[in-house]
C-alpha cells in the first residue's frame, strides 16, 4: 500500500512559476512509475508528466519546455516545476504512483493562475 500527499498548490499570477511536490509512504519507491495528472471540472483527468524508475520522462505537449518532472527517492518523493504559468494550467493537481497492476493517487492539490 502507498499513500501520497501532495504540496505545494496555491494563487499565482501569469507567467509565475510554483513547484508541487508529493511524498510517498511504503516500500519500493524507486520502483514506481510516478506522475502528475490534473483535472478541472466537467473534464478527464489528464496526465501532465511522468517519471520511470530509470528517470525517463514524459510531458503533455501543453506542458513541454515550462514543466519539469523530478524524483528523489531517498526522500520518496517526487516533484513538479511549473513555470510560464497560464491560466489553462489552473485545476487540481494529483500526484499517481503505479506499478504493475497497483496504482495510487494523492488527495490532489489545487493550483489556480489568475491576475
Known amino acids: 500500500q502507498v499513500q501520497l500527499v501532495e504540496s505545494g498548490g496555491g494563487l499565482v499570477q501569469p507567467g509565475g512559476s510554483l513547484r508541487l511536490s508529493c511524498v510517498a509512504s511504503?516500500?519500493?519507491?524507486?520502483?514506481?512509475?510516478m506522475g502528475w495528472y490534473r483535472q478541472t471540472p466537467g473534464k478527464q483527468r489528464e496526465l501532465v508528466a511522468r517519471?520511470?524508475?530509470?528517470?525517463?520522462?514524459n510531458y503533455a505537449e501543453s506542458v513541454k519546455g515550462r514543466f519539469t518532472i523530478s524524483r528523489d527517492n531517498a526522500k520518496k518523493s517526487v516533484y513538479l516545476q511549473m513555470t510560464s504559468l497560464k491560466p489553462e494550467d489552473t485545476a487540481i493537481y494529483y500526484c499517481?504512483?503505479?506499478?504493475?497492476?497497483?496504482?495510487?493517487w494523492g488527495q490532489g492539490t489545487q493550483v489556480t493562475v489568475s491576475s
Open positions: 499517481n504512483a503505479a506499478l504493475t497492476i497497483q496504482n495510487y
Open positions: 511504503g516500500t519500493n519507491f524507486g520502483l514506481y512509475t
Open positions: 517519471i520511470t524508475r530509470s528517470d525517463s520522462t
